[in-house]
């Protein structure tokens, strides 16, 4: 059984940094591109950044671009968001997201449980 | 206001049929797969279709995805109140070099 743990969601300032985590299981995490998608507070699902199976093939969100930093660690079946320079907008859930193809698509196979991010003074 | 245009709300009785849209333009819909997500609320979102038309392992054939030039349509027939949702489409755009999502449409069973 696939099964995708997001961690790392917290209430932080303005202008802070924050680092989420997602640990996988149940298939081969070095085969598959995976992302990060979020959804804010009464609003729709929104992109954030995905990662190749090796990390040849990264984007981003306009909206993160610069202050975002994806990255993965296939010896420990995890992935990561940095996220620096936190404005308000960023308040939202975050889904961690395995791709069906080992090249980011919009194939999202699987969804974690998502953990939310607080931004706020 | 999302690049992929799709209806805000949709509503139908129990055992009719609903079509969501979801309307794009040549570098998304018109160059790329579409694929369909179930979400509620508070859970993580499903894949319902993928590559336009095609059914995940357990979605049962009562949902359909289909696509003509940039445009796309999820049916969804036999309407039962467990299938109010979420809908969203998505697919990859050419032009920003990443995946988008229309507004999603939330389906109400009445």
């Known amino acids: 059984e696939v099964q995708l743990v997001d961690s790392g969601g917290d209430l932080v300032q303005p202008g802070r940094s924050l680092r989420l985590s997602c640990v996988a299981s149940?298939?081969?995490?070095?085969?598959?591109?995976m992302h990060w998608v979020r959804q804010a507070p009464g609003k729709g699902l929104e992109w954030v950044s995905g990662?190749?199976?090796?990390?040849?093939?990264?984007g981003y969100a306009g909206s993160v671009k610069g202050r975002f930093t994806i990255s993965r660690d296939n010896a420990k079946n995890s992935l990561f968001l940095q996220m620096n320079s936190l404005r308000a907008e960023d308040t939202a859930l975050y889904y961690c997201?395995?791709?069906?193809?080992?090249?980011?698509?919009?194939?999202?196979?699987?969804w974690g449980q998502g953990t939310l991010v607080t931004v706020s003074s | 206001q999302s690049v992929l245009t799709q209806p805000p709300s949709a509503s139908v009785t129990p055992g009719q049929r609903v079509t969501i849209s979801c309307s794009g333009s040549?570098?998304?819909?018109?160059?790329?797969?579409v694929y369909w997500y179930q979400h509620y609320p508070g859970t993580a979102p499903k894949l319902l279709i993928y590559?336009?038309?095609q059914r995940p392992s357990g979605v049962p054939d009562r949902f359909s995805g289909s696509k003509s030039g940039t445009s796309a349509s999820l049916a969804i027939s036999g309407l039962r109140s467990e299938d109010e949702a979420d809908y969203y489409c998505?697919?990859?755009?050419?032009?920003?070099?990443?995946?988008?999502f229309g507004g999603g449409t939330k389906l109400t069973v009445l």
């Open positions: 040549s570098p998304n819909i018109g160059s790329n797969y």
């Open positions: 998505a697919v990859w755009d050419d032009s920003l070099s990443g995946p988008i």
């Open positions: 590559k336009n038309n």
């Open positions: 997201v395995k791709d069906m193809y080992t090249s980011p698509s919009s194939n999202f196979e699987y």
């Open positions: 149940g298939f081969t995490f070095d085969d598959y591109a």
């Open positions: 990662i190749s199976w090796n990390s040849g093939t990264i």
